[in-house]
């Protein structure tokens, strides 16, 4: 494990539960400063508390704001700008993703999920990033996905949006090379988190990585100023380098009987 996060401001979005809470714990436990933003600021409060008492020091940050919402980027970089905060390390986790088949699900969450995971980094990547360029040190870490790999039927515009996380981290990583502003992208394969609430979808545990182990590994992998992480079980490497063999038809029609297997074409909205 690499301890050297002291001295780094991390902002870590979607921090008020699933991987984005556990990259916040591991952040804090190795030494980091972290501000914490997601939507539910309850969660992220008690979230700050713990954090200060496992770790003392100055309570974490809270930041509520919605990345989706077309002004909600700008509010944010507002308030970290009006509270004097400095930011290190841009950790882009918040994201979300509908299932089920395309047209059978309605079009408002996906077109919020495409706002949230496209636009709402894109706009924290490109004021933060700046700041990190004109200091030339620190760094970006963007969360995508092993579905960025292949087109996936029943998850089809959530895998969209990781594709794009992927090309344009790799773009991005390129100019910003010789900066001094490192820029990574990780791309788990399934984690035990809520991602699925709300729907009948749900992510096997047993066949899926724990939050803590996914963030532990990221930031290894970040600390060793690796260009790409796949944190989690060697497994999920193996299948992105099949996906990159394969013809693309071949791994839409072996991702979509994957994915009805897990009855995803089915899904519907159950009650929380
Ligand atoms: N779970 C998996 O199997 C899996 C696999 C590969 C990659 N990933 C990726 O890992 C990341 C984290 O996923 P997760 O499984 O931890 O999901 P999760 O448990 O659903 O958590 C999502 C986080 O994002 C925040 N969020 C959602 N909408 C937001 C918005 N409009 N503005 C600001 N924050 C928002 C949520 O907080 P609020 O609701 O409080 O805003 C929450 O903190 C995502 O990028 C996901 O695509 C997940």
């Known amino acids: 494990m690499k301890e050297d996060y002291r001295g780094v401001t991390a902002l870590v979005t979607g921090a008020s539960k699933g991987l984005g809470r556990a990259y916040a714990l591991e952040l804090a436990r190795r030494g980091a400063r972290v501000i914490l933003l997601a939507r539910s600021e309850g969660d992220l ?66 077109l919020r999920s495409v706002g949230l995971n496209v636009s709402g980094l894109l706009a924290l990547t490109h004021a933060i990033g700046a700041e990190l360029v004109a200091r030339g040190s620190g760094g970006i870490i963007n969360v995508s996905s092993t579905a960025a790999f292949q087109p996936m039927p029943y998850q089809a515009s959530y895998a969209g949006t990781k594709a794009f996380v992927l090309s344009f981290t790799e773009a991005l990583a390129e100019e910003l090379r010789g900066t001094g502003v490192h820029v990574m992208a990780a791309h788990p394969g399934a984690i035990a988190t809520g991602f699925f609430d709300g729907t009948s979808a749900t992510i096997d545990a047993k066949a899926a990585d724990t939050p803590a182990t996914v963030a532990a590994d990221t930031l290894d992998d970040y600390a060793r100023r690796r260009s790409v992480s796949y944190p989690g079980r060697a497994v999920n490497r193996a299948l992105t380098w099949s996906a990159r063999l394969l013809p693309r038809p071949v791994t839409a029609r072996l991702a979509g009987s994957f994915n009805r297997r897990l009855r995803l074409h089915e899904t519907v909205d159950v009650g929380q």
């Open 45 to 110: 409060r008690k979230l700050a508390a713990e954090l200060r008492e496992q770790h003392g020091g100055p309570e974490a940050e809270v930041i509520t704001g919605d990345l989706a919402d077309p002004d909600g980027p700008e509010r944010i970089l507002r308030e970290l700008h009006d509270r004097g905060l400095t930011v290190d390390l841009l950790l882009n986790n918040a994201g979300a993703g509908s299932v089920g088949p395309f047209l059978g699900r309605p079009i408002e969450p996906q």
